[in-house]
């Protein structure tokens, strides 16, 4: 028993890394795809042949700067999840030292809800509450729905998310080095960069349960205006 118990322990654990793992790389190269397209798009109807380098400049400049922010932003929305568990861990151990009465009758009130005997419920209450632990470990997992996190996972996801966002990023910028002129790297660079906007955003849609071909066309969609307004606002400036 207690081995199965582990065995499936271990699965929802690993299960849930996972997820992690996706949604942070969903994360970062959904924007490393559009932020630097769009950027390398409106530099490209901006500046002509001889200041070419000033789009990968540029470019390089974005990614970096993005996915520090991004990164950022994923280790604070980390830091802030352990936070805020260990707050109301610490809030329930004091409700279990100062009111034990008021918590035994909110896990009886939770078996209840199961549709046990009142017997088995008292017994079950007993149970639960023998070892202080246990017992708040339950009422943070089942009262308030709250699963201990990751302890390293604001630096996970920092790393996942940044790392994700300059994968992404080089995706569109990387034609800019081959091309002696903007306008035809933007060519390459739309095809190359909506070709992989539509493949992540399905696999995205395949994730997250949305219908996979609207799905995917939404992102290449959302992308291509991005750039197609960068490019427009670049070329209104210039006239």
Known sequence: MDTTSHARHGHIEEHMRSSEILTDIVIGMSDGLTVPFALAAGLSGAVGKDHLNLIWIAGLAEIAAGSIAMGLGGYLAGRTEV????????????????????????????????????DVQEQA?????KDKDKWVDFMMKYELGLDKPDPQRARKSAFNIGASYIVGGLIPLSPYFFVTDG????????????????MFGYFKSKMTGVHPLQGAIRVMVIGALAAGCAFAVAKLIQI
């Open 125 to 129: 209450v007993a149970e639960m509450t």
């Open 83 to 118: 936070d805020h568990y260990n707050a109301e861990l610490r809030r329930e151990y004091d409700e279990v030292e100062r009111v034990p009465d008021r918590e035994r009758d909110e896990v009886k009130e939770f078996f209840s809800g199961l549709g046990l005997s009142h």
């Open 183 to 198: 306008l035809q790297g933007l060519k390459i660079s739309a095809i190359i960069t909506l070709c992989c906007l539509f």
